[in-house]
């Protein structure tokens, strides 16, 4: 199942949080990277075990393969779609909804690595800032793309 692929993708790269945290966004966190639970967003204190964890990842993989299936026209293989799934999960909708990657994909051009890396950055201090581990994400789900089925 396609939504099981991400999960585990998304495992791979989240990785677990017992108790609420501020990501390098500063945006409240739980578990494998969720940021809302029920429509409402996460706060400080709140705790869950791992498998509720997972239960909300699954709920999320579903919700934003959903995005990715509305706002990309052409039928992703299950590969693209797990990569470009992941990489909206990371960035956002709004973010992936003004993306040259998005526009490339609709076009239905070739998609390069260049078009994930980009989203590499995090702000610190105000300013951007190249962040390894986001670069290893994005290499990653790029290869993921790219691998036949």
Not at 25 to 43: D, H, K, L, N, Q
Not at 99 to 109: H, K, M
Request: charged share 25%; hydrophobic share 35%; glycine share 8%.
């Amino acid at each position: 199942m396609i939504t099981e692929k991400l999960v585990k993708l998304l495992i791979e790269f989240e990785g677990f949080r017992r108790f609420a945290y501020l990501d390098q966004s500063y945006i409240w966190t739980i578990g494998y990277g969720t940021t809302r639970i029920y429509g409402m967003p996460v706060t400080e204190g709140m705790e869950i075990n791992e498998p509720v964890g997972r239960i909300f990842l699954s709920h999320d993989c579903t919700y934003y393969m959903e995005i990715v299936k509305k706002l990309v026209y052409p039928i992703l293989t299950e590969n693209q779609l797990v990569a470009v799934s992941s990489l909206v999960y990371n960035i956002g909708e709004n973010n992936f909804k003004t993306s040259t990657l998005l526009t490339e994909l609709n076009a239905g051009r070739e998609i390069h690595k260049g078009y994930f890396t980009r989203f590499n950055k995090i702000r610190i201090g105000g300013v951007l800032e190249v962040s390894k581990g986001l670069t290893y994400r994005r290499t990653r789900e790029f290869e993921v793309f790219s691998k036949s089925e």
